[in-house]
């Protein structure tokens, strides 16, 4: 079975500060990985994902996240937070050996931007 | 534009009572999923369709029921509510089965069981 886990609930970080919304996963074979943003009261919104090539994915927002395999990780990163960036974030995973395709979301990491 | 809607946006019931969640999408994707939201649990899959007439149960079925008679919509049902039911309910559609696709979320509807 396939798990994603995000170990902080919250994560609190000064405007201008550098941000990181840790993620790691567990699944049997290639992961696909996802990040996804949620602002209050409105739906989630595709924010990168990691499938193949360079460890290093870029995204909406200036947000980036590094894909780790050695780690199993799938940190979501921003080198200078906006107050604006304050929502919910969601981590989800997909393997390739997956026969119905299916994402696995993450339990959701709160982080809030302090002017 | 294209779009993903989902009414009603907010929604009271009561325990035992049927409802129906309304799930539409102007992207004319094949695939349509519905999650629930909660706190601490993230986001559970609770049905998914690969087209018309095709539908396939997710990790959280019980209670739940779709159907997917065109390509635009997947209303989800509650059979007999139950105050377990309340919850945060997203739709999503994605355009092809495979690894990298992405899925695209509608705005949710909060459902309160009383």
């Known amino acids: 079975a396939q798990s994603v886990a995000q170990p902080e609930d919250q994560v609190n970080v000064a405007e201008g500060n550098p941000l990181t919304v840790k993620c790691t996963y567990s699944?049997?074979?290639?992961?696909?990985l996802f990040w996804y943003v949620q602002y209050p009261n409105r739906g989630l919104q595709f924010l990168l994902k990691?499938?193949?090539?360079?460890?290093l994915v870029k995204g909406s927002y200036g947000f980036e996240a590094e894909f780790n395999k050695s780690q199993t990780s799938f940190h979501l990163k921003k080198p200078s937070a906006l107050v604006s960036d304050s929502a919910l974030y969601f981590c989800?995973?997909?393997?390739?050996?997956?026969?119905?395709?299916?994402?696995?979301f993450g339990g959701g990491t709160r982080l809030m931007v302090k002017p | 534009d294209a779009e993903i809607t989902q009414s009603p946006r907010h929604k009271i019931t009561e325990t035992g009572r049927q409802v129906t969640l309304a799930c539409h999408q102007t992207w004319n994707h094949n695939n349509m999923f519905w999650y629930r939201q909660d706190l601490g649990h993230g986001l559970r899959l609770i049905h998914y369709?690969?087209?018309?007439?095709?539908?396939n149960k997710g990790e959280v079925s019980d209670g739940y029921s779709v159907s997917r008679s065109n390509t635009e919509d997947l209303p989800l049902t509650l059979e007999s509510a139950a105050s377990s039911q309340t919850s945060v309910y997203f739709c999503?559609?994605?355009?092809?089965?495979?690894?990298?696709?992405?899925?695209?979320f509608g705005p949710g509807t909060r459902l309160l069981v009383l």
């Open positions: 369709s690969y087209g018309v007439q095709d539908t």
């Open positions: 990691y499938i193949t090539g360079d460890n």
């Open positions: 699944v049997s074979g290639n992961p696909y």
């Open positions: 989800a995973v997909r393997a390739n050996n997956n026969a119905g395709n299916m994402l696995t």
């Open positions: 999503a559609s994605s355009a092809y089965v495979g690894v990298g696709e992405t899925q695209y």
